[in-house]
């Protein structure tokens, strides 16, 4: 499908120790779970633990993204992209998928890899784990004030 959780699971499974080296002691699923076993088990015998939780009440997104150290999606139907934008204003590295919502977010350091193959991913995410984030513009460019602003410009009002 176009979420291509095994994708992502795939490309952690196999910069386990790339990952580790970076501090990263966990990944989670948000949404469906794709199977994965051989990346699962890739992870957990890099010292990294895994845990597919499926969909989240905001509350719990929020706890969760406060613990982030990387954002990974690699859907191409995400058309506005919130999910970078969140990340990216929290000061986190975000990764995509050319094609997609990510692309908006690129000025502000969304890392976007050239297509959906493993080793696009797998390159996108190492420049992801050595990028550092600004979120103070981003902050000020996506704030509600201002996002109502332009939706007032918009409709004329």
Same mark, same amino acid.
């Given at each position: ?18 990952? $580790? #080296? ?5 990944? /989670?699923?948000?949404? &469906? =779970?794709?199977? +994965?076993?051989? !990346? ?53 590295? $975000? #990764? ?5 919502? /990510?692309?908006?977010? &690129? =000025?502000?350091? +969304?890392?976007? !890899? ?44």
């Amino acid at each position: 499908g176009n979420k291509r959780g095994r994708l992502g699971l795939q490309a952690a499974g196999s910069l386990a120790s790339a990952l $580790a #080296v970076h501090g990263i002691r966990r990944v /989670v699923v948000l949404g &469906a =779970e794709e199977a +994965a076993p051989r !990346a699962i088990g890739q992870l957990r015998s890099g010292g990294i633990e895994y845990a597919c939780i499926g969909h989240v009440p905001d509350h719990e997104y929020e706890e969760l993204l406060s613990h982030t150290r990387i954002v990974c999606m690699l859907s191409t139907l995400e058309g506005f992209g919130l999910p970078y934008g969140e990340a990216l204003a929290n000061g986190i590295p $975000a #990764v995509g998928v050319a094609g997609s919502g /990510v692309e908006r977010f &690129a =000025e502000y350091g +969304a890392v976007i !890899a050239r297509d959906a193959t493993l080793t696009s991913i797998k390159d996108a995410i190492v420049s992801a784990l050595l990028a550092t984030i600004s979120s103070g513009q981003i902050r000020a460019d996506l704030s509600w004030e201002r996002t109502g602003r332009k939706l007032l410009q918009v409709v004329g009002a």
